[in-house]
């Protein structure tokens, strides 16, 4: 399986589970960075019709 950056979208070639500092859990998903820059560029998107209490991101 490839993952890719939700940011830049550049497929990382290697990915290692102990590097939390690239990785987002969330209620919605399992969301991957190729760094920490990318991940705190990363705009979190909302669903719509979703509440003004579900416009928060996620806490990591």
Same mark, same amino acid.
């Given at each position: 399986?490839? !993952?890719? %950056?939700?940011? %830049?979208?550049?497929? !990382?070639?290697? $990915?290692?589970?102990?590097? $939390?500092?690239?990785? !987002? /859990?969330?209620?919605?998903? @399992? /969301?991957?960075? %190729? ?8 705009? /979190? ?14 806490? @990591?």
């Amino acid at each position: 399986m490839r !993952l890719t %950056c939700m940011q %830049c979208k550049k497929t !990382l070639r290697t $990915f290692d589970e102990d590097e $939390f500092s690239t990785v !987002l /859990y969330s209620d919605d998903g @399992i /969301y991957f960075f %190729c760094n920490k820059v990318c991940k705190e560029k990363w705009d /979190y998107p909302v669903s719509p019709g979703a509440t003004s209490e579900d416009h928060q991101r996620p806490s @990591i």
